[in-house]
DNA sequence: ATACATACC
DNA sequence: TACTGGTATGTAT
């Protein structure tokens, strides 16, 4: 048979597997020390442009190493830029010993390759920053000022948001519930892996994510505790009532972290964000007897940096004043953005961005190089602009098991796991809703090499049982065998929607669209890019059954139109009902309730609607801070069409400029379609691009088991399943233990893969698409303008 | 529609 | 000896 993965030879024993690694290894070490010395003396200094340039064949690939290196090290020992502050550390040392480590392994080998990827990929990017730097960009600096205009506009300064977030809150569990562990280092989870650590082993460099083994070296006096996924749950549940007394809506985002909006609380009870802050914090340590950390700023991107500020037991306020939010962004890094990680960071480095203010000087630079849903991300991260929606409306749109073990390549023992993965996640959808089946099927398998790859199908129709999770899962890697794996995974989406459900009941069998279809008016600007519900509505899975056999699809019950989301107890009630899914007890279970069972509750806390997308943008007057004034733009006039342009400064694009470039666009633009062309529009990401964010949605999981199998690793795994699967698996293993966690993560930003350039303006089909995107931009709001400036001269 | 990369807890 | 698991999304093909 044919040897698609290059893994290993898999007619080969173990033994020399692991010879050939050693070759490989011994041959890497060599290298990188060669490369090591050479690269401080030289280029310690200089900025990778100034690299870049100077570069000449015979040294590029030693610097290309050199820098690779460095940027691998900071991978691996994930404290390149590292969010949480770890003052303290000896950051060389700790990244010394991790990259000491892992040099050699499997996993490290893998690293390497991703490194040298996204360097390629950056390299790329950076000769594309050459070209633009020296080409006309003043036609792009006006779309990115209109932008800006637009982000301006939308810019809400009149709610108070809070971002709490529990302190190392695994961990802080178990040393509530073992004082002996109190003041000592130590982390929860397993040999192979760590869920979190208290902040005396994290002094030691030990982190989230980090397997036990190599924290142990950093630190040989830890304590590991494994983790007891099922009891953060229910601690998590203490948590999040506290939330509800201010914030029936709160958007929790996982297990030990929510968004509060506390206007009105505030304008009921007269008091002050910090003030309320603290005492939500207080109420949850007498709660729960654990400390946590918050945030106040009057959006959720902003509330979540500032949680992180005065970490652990701590509070910082950010005050709804423009100025001195413009101030508080200036020399923020922009890592500490939630959405930029370690690969964009490393991106926007090159690009001489470190800061949110870099950011701003470079927007026109970004708007080139990045996609639009990209520069959009990135322009609101400039601007310190952003959603202040908080609501429980998160909804599932996949599930999925994953599983990690020993190495296996018999295509039986693969099956075998397979079918674990197929009954688990039977399981998991059982305990779900109610009900829940999907239509798209994906098969997820990493080779022992690390490689990762995923394999998907759409289905003629619904499933939802172990055989035929089974069934259609076997067919794909029965196309991929042979290959030695370390881990399998399955995961459903096209999920039927339960909202469609409860809105449509059984008539979801038939085309729907009509009704509901209320235009959107004006598809008003929004900052959260949650287009979903009026997406939602068109392409709702049901408008076209795929229902083959009707009889599984069938089983749905009509449920009451449920347009306003419940409140947190209703949720609370629904899980304590449920159980089980924990997991995606979500919102997800809210959905489920009527709102009859809630009324009680609903007297309780004010209960706000939220459907907020055919809400105005911010309902609620701030008590807090009214300013819309102070947040004013200056304008200046176009003295050749009299249009009004924002004069954000920070652009640092200058008045004179600014003249310049209109009357250059006033005298030479081509025309434009007007139209802008409905493809523009919708895209969209339009809707004015913001992609923002995020929903809200709780989460869970538990997991069980080690699996590995080694036996122990943390993992976490969803909830529900710990309680089953428990056993099983393994192998091996070990443990027991069944650790394993998994919360579900709430997805926040928008941003995507910053990584991806614009389309090249190069190339002869580049230029136009650039130009669509600029509609894109535009047509959001500001529009008028930038379309009449253009067309003005015609 | 599928695959991959990135992100977050 | 040991490098997780669950969910979402942007982009490319
Ligand atoms: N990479 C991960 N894999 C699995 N579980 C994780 C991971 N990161 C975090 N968790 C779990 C354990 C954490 O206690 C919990 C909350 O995460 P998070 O708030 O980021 O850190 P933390 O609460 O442990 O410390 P901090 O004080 O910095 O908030 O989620
Ligand atoms: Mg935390
Ligand atoms: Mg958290």
Redesign the pocket.
């Known amino acids: 048979m044919e040897h698609k993965y290059e893994t290993d030879n898999l007619d080969l024993l173990d033994n020399k597997e692991e010879a050939k690694a050693l070759d490989d290894l011994s041959a890497f070490a060599d290298l990188c020390n060669s490369t090591n010395s050479k690269r401080q003396i030289d280029f310690s200094g200089d900025s990778e442009e100034n690299v870049t340039k100077q570069m000449n064949h015979d040294i590029e690939k030693e610097i290309k190493s050199n820098r690779d290196n460095e940027s691998l090290r900071d991978r ?1 020992s994930g404290l390149a830029a590292t ?1 949480a502050g770890m003052q303290g550390v000896d950051k060389e040392k700790v990244k010394r010993l ?1 990259y000491e ?2 040099k050699g ?1 499997a ?2 080998q893998n690293e390497k390759k ?1 490194d040298e ?2 360097s390629e ?1 950056i390299n790329e990017m950076l000769q594309k920053y050459e070209t633009i730097k020296k080409s006309d960009l003043l036609r792009d600096s006006i779309i990115v000022e209109s932008k800006v205009k637009e982000l301006e506009q939308l810019r809400d300064m009149t709610q108070t948001i809070v971002h709490i977030d529990m302190d190392a809150f695994f961990a802080a569990v178990e040393e509530r519930d073992d004082p002996t562990l109190r003041g000592k280092p130590m982390a929860v989870g397993s ?3 760590l ?1 979190t650590a208290n902040y005396e082993a994290r002094k030691f460099g030990v982190r ?4 036990g ?2 924290a142990k070296r950093l630190c040989p006096q830890l304590i590991l505790v494994p983790c007891h996924f099922e009891k953060y749950t229910e601690v998590s549940k203490e948590v999040q009532k506290v939330f509800a007394k201010y914030d029936p809506q709160f958007a929790a ?5 929510a968004y509060l909006n506390i206007t009105d609380y505030l304008n009921r009870t007269k008091q002050q964000p910090a003030e309320v802050t603290q005492q939500i914090r207080d109420d949850i340590f007498h709660a729960t007897q654990l400390t946590s950390s918050a945030g106040i700023a009057p959006n959720k991107m902003l509330a979540k940096i500032c949680s992180d500020i005065n970490k652990p037991n701590g509070q910082y306020q950010l005050e709804n004043d423009r100025q001195v939010l413009m101030n508080f962004i200036k020399d923020l890094s922009i890592r500490k ?9 490393r991106i926007l480095n090159v690009l001489e961005i470190h800061t949110c203010g870099d950011l701003l000087e470079k927007l026109v630079i970004v708007y080139k190089l ?5 520069f959009n991300f990135l322009a609101q991260v400039a601007l310190g602009v952003g959603s202040t929606d908080v609501a429980m409306d ?11 073990f020993p190495p296996l390549k018999k295509p039986q023992d693969l099956r075998e796991k397979l079918r674990e993965l197929a009954v688990h996640l039977e399981n ?1 959808l059982a305990k779900e809703n109610l009900e829940a089946f999907g239509r ?1 099927i ?1 098969l997820k398998f990493k080779l022992t090499s690390f490689e ?7 289905l003629p129709k619904y499933i939802h049982n172990a055989d035929d999770l089974y069934k259609y899962g076997e067919q794909i890697l029965k196309a991929e065998m042979p290959f030695s794996l ?2 399998l ?1 399955l ?1 459903l989406s096209a999920l039927r929607d339960r909202n469609e459900e409860l809105k449509y009941g059984v008539k979801k069998y038939f085309p729907v669209k009509e009704e509901n279809q209320e235009e959107n008016p004006q598809k008003k600007l929004r900052l959260d ?2 287009d979903s519900e009026d997406d939602m509505l068109q392409e709702s899975t049901f408008n076209t059954p795929i229902a083959s056999d009707s009889s599984e699809n069938m089983s749905y019950t009509d449920t009451p139109d449920n347009s306003e989301c419940p409140t947190y107890l209703e949720k609370l009630t629904d899980m304590n009902h449920i159980q089980s899914a924990s ?2 007890s979500k919102c997800a279970s809210s959905n489920i309730k009527t709102k009859a069972s809630t009324s009680q509750e609903d007297n309780l806390f004010e209960h706000k609607p939220t459907n907020k997308i055919l809400q105005p943008k911010s309902p609620q007057l701030s008590a807090t801070t009214p300013n819309k004034e102070a947040s004013a733009i200056v304008h200046w006039e176009c003295p050749i069409c009299d249009q009004k342009f924002s004069n954000s400064s920070e652009l640092r694009i200058e008045t004179h400029t600014k003249r310049t470039t209109l009357s250059n666009v006033h005298k030479k633009s081509p025309g434009r379609p007007k139209s802008t062309s409905k493809s523009g529009v919708n895209n969209t ?1 339009g809707n004015s691009g913001n ?1 923002n964010n995020t ?1 809200s949605g709780n989460s869970t ?1 538990s ?1 069980g088991g080690n ?2 199998s ?1 036996g ?7 909830s529900t ?1 710990n309680s089953n699967s428990t056993n099983t698996n393994n192998t091996s293993s070990t443990s027991g233990g069944d650790q ?1 966690t ?16 614009a ?1 090249s303006p190069t190339n002869s089909a580049g230029p136009s698409r650039q130009i669509e995107s600029i509609y894109q931009i535009a047509v959001g709001s500001v529009l008028a303008f930038v379309v009449s400036a253009i067309a003005f001269s015609f």
């Open positions: 691996i969010k991790i480590s892992s392994s996993f490290f991703k990827a996204t990929k040999m192979s892996m869920t989230s994510a980090m397997p083994f190599i985002m996982s297990l030990d972290e953005i939630s959405g930029i990680g370690r690969v964009t960071e990045f996609k639009p849903a990209s998160w909804n599932r749109k996949s599930i999925g098991v994953e599983r990690t998991d798209n994906s990762l790859f995923t394999r998907a199908k759409t370390r881990l995974g995961r890019t949650q997991e995606s990401s992609h929903s999981s997991n699996s590995t080694n122990n690793s943390t993992q976490s795994s969803n399943s394993s998994t919360t579900t993560q709430i997805r926040e930003t928008p941003s995507g893969p910053v990584l991806t350039p389309p």
